[in-house]
């Protein structure tokens, strides 16, 4: 969805015109050796620098509209371009997802390109333990050389690489297909385990396919809306925007051991104890069920296993589970009723769930309540996991880590023939296994199975749970190479090589919001010094592994675009009918699936859809599962020694993740706290004799942080809450896992909080 003004009009698709120019300097051209020795000149992509053959510019004073690189919203930003460059941002006011809002890290997203320290050229470590630059030419060759040696001498599975939910799905594909089926990778995990591991798995379990049902749309169509571990109002502000737009005046049900700004807008609001969420859903469905809610048509036609379902949830007695999760009785009735009774009911989650121990079954605990009630395919409603990272979606579909790509399974030989026949390459070179998960793959560094990783667009030095031992694993590998826009991150300060990256705004490509759109990804700037894009580095590793014939047509990013599409073919996601980038940018984005079958009458597709409108899921028999579990207790509870429930989440709107961006905007640094904080129930603050501002310091079992006091009423004694933004957080989580999907509970752990008395 491009606009110009009048008398630029003939250079609205300039983006398009780039990109073909970019296609006819070819894999050889770009990356062949001269005397032995790459020169920046023929490594960098066409404009990339402004070296090579330089693209047709565009026009001044033209604007365009790409996808906001932040969260899983997905927004449209208008970029306003001049010479060439984008010079400015306003949200896009035809864009169906933003309808002319952005939060501030949106309107922010052009000023973190000009941070002072972005990696703007390769670097290796000095035996001294600091770094020098040196050329992409030896750089790749020292990346190729100990890779290559370290399999060599300890086998394919004694390498890994980590990825993220934050580059184009184009770049996923072919960082997935490089490391597995030409460089014989192994092992390969995304950041996604840590935000929405969780929520695939449920869908996959409950529906057959990983398929979140909704369109924002449904924001504005709900008579009754659920919220459960999520604070959309700070996490995903656009998305509350679109609460806020509902004609409906809904009743808003809010289950979260905090009282969130999400809560305080709340109808009703369960301030349950920390981690009792699935007994309390088990109650609810009970209630649903014993008070005659039941769609019984729906369950009939469209579910299996509700006789189990009923039995299991029978056992989860309103007295009980009130005394267990702190919420009353009569408030258990009421929500359940209130769930019963509307007309449109759809129920929302995030990380609050995902980043459980158990959180997989809560995830379908939500999916069942959507089920029985019928409350699924119509608008406004749904059992709709709220994504995190702006391409989290993409890498569930399209990074071959949970699942083969294109969401094909890795033990099918079926699906292995399709994918080595689509991408022309040995089905001999696909492995039959999806290989170790995030968890697994840190634990084989500890056992010594693990001795060189490669790390792309991730920061799990301050990231991962526990994140002292993870430094100390990352300390441990053989060969560590960091891939990043930025050479101060905390994970790049741990490697042996790092690898300059350009970011958003700097390449082409396409994410894939929440609701299942996919939208552009637009290059309106170059990237600083020798950085280049991901796709081209992976393109160059590629050529310096040996295997740049296998990905020949992967020559640039609408090129893999299409493969993707191909790959699609008759699954759930197909988009075979989308017609290339073009199609994307004039719609405004285009949700999956559309196929060719669904385009024949060459039509635009509507820029709302739902799946499961026809009650029919993806497993064989066109039936969702209804999926029910024991209960198991918190693996770390408070105690004598650490008394207090640490709780862990999103911040402000101005913050993101571990602050890589964010931190580099002076107005968004303006806009949250710099110190870490942690905030305390009055009662408790008065124990320990805080007042606000107070530094306390705060200790676990894995490590000790220090924070300035926030007494709130927002949390209930006994209980705190950090967010996740500051590196002191994850020195204190404790390392506990889902076991379905692998992803960590960071929401809960025991500590202990004392007064620092000033000198």
């Known amino acids: 969805m491009s606009t110009t003004t009048p008398e630029t009009k003939s250079t609205d698709t300039t983006s398009l015109t780039q990109r073909s120019d970019a296609s006819k300097f070819q894999l050889p051209q770009l990356l062949q050796a001269r005397d032995g020795k790459m020169t920046r000149e023929l490594l960098l992509s066409p404009g990339e620098h402004g070296l090579g053959m330089t693209p047709e510019p565009m026009a001044a004073d033209t604007t365009t509209t790409a996808t906001c690189g932040y969260c899983s919203t997905g927004c449209g930003l208008r970029l306003h371009v001049r010479d060439g460059e984008a010079v400015g941002l306003t949200p896009e006011t035809n864009y169906p997802v933003n309808l002319g809002m952005a939060c501030p890290k949106g309107w922010e997203a052009l000023r973190i390109l000009e941070s002072d320290d972005r990696a703007t050229s390769p670097m290796k470590r000095n035996p001294d333990g600091g770094f020098h630059a040196v050329s992409w030419d030896d750089a790749l060759k020292e990346f190729t050389e100990k890779f290559k040696h370290t399999m060599d001498q300890h086998g394919a599975g004694s390498v890994a690489f980590l990825s993220t939910g934050q580059i184009p799905s184009e770049e996923m594909a072919f960082l997935g297909a490089l490391a597995k089926f030409g460089m014989g990778f192994i092992h390969g995990d995304g950041n996604t385990r840590q935000c929405m591991a969780t929520a695939v798995t449920a869908y996959k379990e409950s529906f057959g396919f990983d398929a979140p049902p909704y369109t924002y749309d449904d924001y504005e169509q709900s008579d009754v809306m659920v919220f459960v571990g999520a604070n959309p109002c700070i996490a995903h502000p656009i998305q509350w925007e679109r609460v806020l737009r509902n004609p409906n005046n809904p009743e808003i049900i809010v289950i979260d051991p905090r009282r969130t700004e999400t809560a305080m807008a709340a109808s009703q609001h369960m301030q349950l104890t920390p981690k009792s969420d699935l007994a309390l859903l088990y109650a609810i469905t009970d209630q649903v069920i014993q008070r005659g809610y039941v769609d019984e048509s729906y369950v009939a036609a469209s579910t299996s296993g509700f006789d189990q379902l009923a039995e299991h949830v029978s056992r989860f007695s309103l007295d009980t589970v009130a005394a267990s999760s702190g919420v009353s009785a009569e408030q258990i009735i009421s929500v359940a009723d209130s769930i019963g009774r509307g007309r449109a009911v759809s129920l929302w989650w995030t990380m609050g769930v995902n980043q459980s121990y158990e959180g997989t079954r809560v995830a379908q605990a939500i999916i069942n309540l959507a089920l029985i009630t019928g409350n699924m395919g119509r608008p406004g409603t749904g059992a709709n996991s709220i994504t ?3 391409n989290a979606m993409g890498s569930r579909l399209w990074s071959n880590t949970t699942n083969l790509i294109g969401h094909h399974d890795f033990a099918s030989p079926e699906d292995r023939s399709k994918v080595a026949e689509t991408l022309s390459i040995p089905v001999e070179n696909i492995p039959a296994d999806k290989g170790w998960a995030y968890d697994r793959i840190m634990e084989g560094i500890r ?10 667009a991730t920061n799990p030095a301050h990231s991962w749970i526990n994140q002292g031992d993870a430094r100390e694993l990352l300390d441990q590998l053989d060969f560590l190479v960091v891939q990043d826009m930025y050479h101060s991150t905390e994970t790049a300060r741990h490697a042996d090589l790092i690898l300059p990256a350009s970011g958003w705004g700097e390449k082409d490509g396409t994410f894939i919001n929440s609701e ?4 552009l990804l637009k290059k309106v700037r170059k990237a600083p ?5 991901d796709f081209n580095i992976f393109k160059a590793v ?3 592994w040996g295997v740049g014939e296998m990905f020949a047509q992967w020559s640039d990013p609408e090129a893999v675009f299409s493969l993707m599409q191909s790959l699609s073919r008759d699954k759930w996601c197909d988009i075979t009918g989308i017609d290339g980038y073009e199609q994307i940018d004039r719609c405004g984005g285009i949700q999956w699936p559309w196929s060719e079958s669904a385009a024949a009458d060459d039509v635009d597709p509507p820029q709302q859809r739902r799946l499961f409108e026809d009650g029919k899921f993806p497993y ?4 969702a599962r209804l999926i029910v579990d024991e209960i198991t207790p918190p693996p ?16 402000t709107v101005s913050q993101w993740h571990t602050q890589t961006r964010t931190s580099k905007s002076p107005v968004l640094r303006k806009l949250y706290p710099i110190q870490p904080y942690i905030e305390l129930h009055p009662t408790d603050a008065g124990d320990l004799d805080v007042v606000n501002g107070d530094q306390v310091r705060i200790q676990s079992r894995r490590g000790e942080a220090v924070a300035n006091a926030m007494v709130v009423p927002t949390v209930s004694p006994g209980q705190s809450f950090m967010p996740m933004h500051y590196e ?9 896992f889902d076991p379905h999907s692998g992803q960590p509970s960071y929401k809960d752990c025991a500590v202990k909080i004392t007064k620092i008395d000033s000198v």
Do not use: F, M
Not at 529 to 533: C, F, K, R, T, W
Not at 637 to 651: F, H, K, V
């Open 516 to 519: 299942r759109r996919y939208g």
């Open 542 to 544: 590629a050529h310096y």
């Open 728 to 736: 002191a957080t994850n020195q204190l989580t404790l390392s506990h």
């Open 388 to 390: 995190g990272q702006c």
């Open 636 to 651: 770390e509870s408070p105690c004598d020694n650490y008394p207090t429930w640490l709780l862990t989440g999103r911040g």
């Open 529 to 533: 010094g020798e950085a280049l894009s």
């Open 620 to 623: 064989p028999d066109g039936r």
């Open 447 to 456: 056992r010594g199975e693990i001795k060189a990783l490669w790390v792309i």
